[in-house]
């Protein structure tokens, strides 16, 4: 699998660190951000191949930065999985009807990430041809 540029977003620390741990170790360059709010400059300034995204954000949700991502033309092509622990509150559907390409339930699984995520990107590339 080839190196991606991941940005990681979650309020939770533990989570932070653990998703950059794992994606680093499997050779792909991770950025991390806590805040949907300073995500859409950090975006525009360095586009990541990937973004794993976490629903429940304090502010603005995942949801409506995936929405402004999609709205957005030099954006809306990113490929966004989300996270929650949440699943009640952000569902798979609402996860992909407001946009997300794939969906993640915490925790996530150090094992099989890398190759989730990787599986998510083969896809999406393959959507959009």
């Known amino acids: ?3 991606m540029r991941i ?5 939770e620390p533990n989570e932070l660190k653990l998703a950059d741990h794992v994606l680093s170790a499997d050779g792909h360059i991770v950025s991390r951000l806590n805040r949907a709010e300073s995500a859409m400059l950090s975006i525009e300034r360095d586009q990541p191949e990937l973004i794993l995204l976490d629903m429940s954000l ?9 929405r402004l991502l999609r709205s957005n033309p030099s954006t809306a092509d990113l490929v966004i999985v989300a996270v929650t622990g949440y699943p009640e509150k952000y569902s798979r559907v609402l996860a992909l ?12 699984s ?6 989730d ?5 083969v896809g999406s590339r393959e959507n959009k041809r």
Do not use: E, F
């Open 110 to 115: 150090p094992r099989t990430l890398s190759q």
């Open 58 to 66: 304090p502010g603005m949700d995942g949801l409506a930065l995936v």
């Open 7 to 11: 940005l990681v977003i979650d309020d």
């Open 97 to 108: 009807q407001s946009g997300c390409d794939a969906y993640l339930s915490k925790p996530l």
């Open 1 to 3: 699998m080839n190196a």
């Open 117 to 121: 995520l990787a599986q998510v990107v």
